[in-house]
């Protein structure tokens, strides 16, 4: 089924505007989540082929990608997002299966993939520098200009939705991309290639090379000559890329993880922020980094949420990705292990309520039970790390205060959020929350393609999405003319 759905190789790499087979012979597996079938082999590219690669990218840069105007990368980009649109059902079909995704969800990650070369087809020529007044005898102006090759590291979780942010605004800028996807799910990604060709991208201005993290990641960051870094991973590997980026002072922007609080207020509306406070934990089975797995509830309304959440909960369906319930299975066995050890540190802690398999699931799929747990103390292990499978906790706060210092209380600062009607709450709570982004009785809004996006601490820093991720991707030269 899944190769009927597939109009381009999954074997090889995409380099220079090519097809081609890598240097070593040896092939990766990748596997169905949903019922443990290996659905491709894939390449497992080593430095030589991203050697290659960022050639390629740098000769593009040199001749004619480097050539080309910011409106006519606009229109190529805009064309993309087209060709994006008209394959929307079937690249759907292919992440539902390589990731273990609802259906649902899969085609709302293509439709945001168009979204995200559309917006930034449209910025590329709105990018303007500034002139700034000096001395009477100069002129002096600013130009943003592209890194050069910028490498781009993505994980398994939302393959389309983390390449049209990264290289949607690197393409926008002038850079020319290598993209390393992940090892665990990329068909996606190599679908990429071909939609470029057909869009008439220059050779070498996109690259997408599969492999392992510590092979083809590795010689990808440590290359002399990538100019720009985007990371889009763990906390552990995010370590090792700045340090590796550092050998050569390259810029990194990090995209990490997150254990992002949704903060209920005692006058919220209880009705409407329920769907979000389930949802933002359950979708993708939990495995996103923007994630909300603690859920603060003023200690005033708690047992009207917990009673309300509960109830919810206990009807939601784990099934198979194309199925299209409310969860699919987790990307692996190694994430499903992950989950269950930390469940193990749950003994202490009351499970309020969980969600239920479909009788007939693959016994070689990789399913794990939403489940919810209530009266967490914030400082519990299962409260302060990011677990990234389908779990929930339920923290008590006694007043505003105490509800800030609970949400500032991990080591990362992605998303958060505030159900209040209390205006001026919504205004003081949202400045004291540490987090890339907060959204005042919502959760997400929709993906946010035009909302930059990124965090502090553990969650990383640098931004992308929006307009801000246009200078993440370029550096500002200064030119000061003296008058003769
Ligand atoms: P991961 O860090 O294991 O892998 C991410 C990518 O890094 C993969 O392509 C992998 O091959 C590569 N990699 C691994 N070792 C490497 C090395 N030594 N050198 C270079 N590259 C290497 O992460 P994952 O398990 O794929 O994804 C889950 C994590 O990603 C979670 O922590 C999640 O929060 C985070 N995430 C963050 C965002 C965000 O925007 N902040 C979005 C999605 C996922």
């Known amino acids: 089924m899944l190769t ?55 000769k593009a840069l040199r001749s004619s990608w ?35 995704k609802p259906l649902k969800q899969a085609k709302n990650d293509a439709i ?13 020529d709105k990018i303007m520098g500034e002139t700034i007044p000096y001395l009477k005898d100069y002129t002096v102006y600013t130009l943003r200009e592209p890194h050069g090759v910028t490498g781009h590291i993505i994980p398994w979780n939302y393959p389309m939705q983390i390449i049209g942010r990264t290289l949607g605004a690197s393409l ?21 290639g071909e939609l470029a060709t057909e869009a008439g991208f220059p050779e070498g201005s996109i690259n997408i090379v599969p492999g392992l993290g510590k092979k083809a990641g590795k010689s990808l960051i440590s290359h002399p000559n990538i100019d720009h870094i985007s990371f889009t991973g763990s906390v552990e590997i995010g370590k090792i890329i700045q340090s590796e980026a550092a050998k050569n002072l390259v810029p990194v922007t990090l995209e990490l993880g997150g254990k992002s609080p949704q903060i209920v207020f005692e006058d919220a509306n209880i009705d409407k922020a329920l769907p979000f406070l389930i949802n933002a934990g359950i979708q993708n089975a ?6 909300s797995s603690r859920i603060l509830v003023s200690k005033k309304i708690y047992s009207e949420v917990i009673e309300k959440m509960s109830s919810s909960y206990s009807k939601l369906k ?7 319930k409310d969860l699919g299975p987790v990307i692996s066995n190694r994430q499903k292990k992950v989950i269950q050890n930390y469940l193990n540190f749950s003994k202490d802690l009351e499970c309020i309520a969980e969600g239920h398999f479909n009788s007939n699931l693959p016994k070689k799929g990789h399913y794990v039970l939403p489940k919810l747990y209530g009266n967490v103390k914030y400082s519990h292990k299962l409260a302060q790390e990011e677990i990234f499978g389908p779990i929930q906790v339920i923290i008590p706060f006694e007043d505003e ?22 205006g001026a709450r919504q205004m003081r709570v949202a400045k004291a929350i540490k987090s890339g982004q907060v959204f005042i009785n919502n959760y997400g809004a929709g993906g946010g393609v035009e909302l930059p996006f990124g965090g502090s601490g553990y969650s990383g820093h640098g931004r992308e999405k929006g307009f801000e991720a246009l200078y993440g991707f370029s550096t500002l030269k200064t030119i000061a003319a003296m008058h003769e």
């Open 112 to 124: 945001a993939l168009a979204r995200y070369f559309e917006f930034y087809g449209g910025a590329c």
């Open 286 to 291: 939990g495995q996103t980094c923007s994630a």
């Open 318 to 324: 784990v099934d198979q990705a194309l199925e299209d």
């Open 401 to 422: 205060e105490d509800a800030i210092k609970i949400a500032n209380s991990t080591k990362y600062g992605l998303v958060a959020s505030i159900w209040t009607l209390d």
């Open 4 to 58: 009927e759905n597939l109009w381009y190789p999954t074997d090889k790499i995409f380099v220079n505007g090519k097809w081609k087979d890598c240097h070593s012979e040896k092939k990766l597996s990748l596997e169905n989540p949903s019922n443990g079938e290996i659905i491709a082999k894939i390449t497992d590219a080593d430095e030589r082929d991203i050697d290659e690669a960022v050639n390629s990218a740098s």
């Open 172 to 192: 926008a800028m002038g850079n020319a991309c290598v993209l390393k996807p992940s090892e665990e799910a990329c068909l996606t990604a190599l679908a990429i």
């Open 66 to 100: 480097g050539n080309l105007s910011a409106t006519e990368r606009g229109r190529l980009l805009l064309k993309l997002s087209e060709l994006v649109k008209n394959r929307l059902d079937k690249l759907a079909f292919i992440e539902s299966i390589d990731v273990g």
